[in-house]
């Protein structure tokens, strides 16, 4: 069963809009761990439109399960991973003029960039995730550059019309078998829903899920802890074994 990273970046989002001190993602990220989260994990943009370095540095003393950095690869948040040292980085491209996250790494063009990143943080014992579409040329540079783990876009899926979703869900189901054949761990994430999620749940070398927007969207209605609890049911428990013919796919 693949495990649960909670994103509570949204948290962050409602507190800046009002520049003041609620809600705290560092009190709510206990209530994410109550409802079963198995990590939390926090964008800290350079930017910092949600999350500050404040967040990450009570967040690194009072997570107890993982605590996963998504950072851009630059020198600056090099030096703040390294001063914080979060269980895991997970490399994100970033745009300033995005709404959210919108693509994968291109790790194919920053190999040296990247290969130098990668290098620092393992120096200080921080495992690296890239998070990058599933693209057989971007997971083996991934390995090339010397990552641990991909971290795979599910936005795609995610956003497919109805008839392309069994399509884009075999690349998933294809990208984490490639994945691990390079000696790679597999997360995946963006977009899922509690609608969505369960034939992701169901594929085969994803260890986990990283899941915002939908968990804290539903904790308006049901509350933090519940919103997670109903989400690890899901993953847990994924319905309907045939979905999008994914048995089809499996590796197992
Ligand atoms: N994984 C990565 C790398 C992300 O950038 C995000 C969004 O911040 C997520 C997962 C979570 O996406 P969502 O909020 O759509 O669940």
Redesign the pocket.
Known sequence: MASL?V?I??IANVRQARQTVEPDPVTMALLAELGGADGI?I?LREDRRHIQERDLRLLRETVRTRLNL?MAATKEMLSIALKYHPDMV?L?PERREEV??EGGLDVVSQQSELKTIIQNLHSESIPVSL?VDPISTQLETSSHVGADWV?L???AY?EAAFGSQKYQLSRLVEASFRSKNLGLRV???????YQNVEAVARIDGIEEL???????ARSLAVGLKEAVHEMKELIKNPRNEECFGLSKFSIA
């Open positions: 990273g994103n970046d949204h994990t964008h998504e997970t994100v959210t996250t998070f971290e876009h599910t936005g995610a997360n995946a994430g963006h977009g899922l829903t990283n899941i915002g927007h939908t968990i804290i």
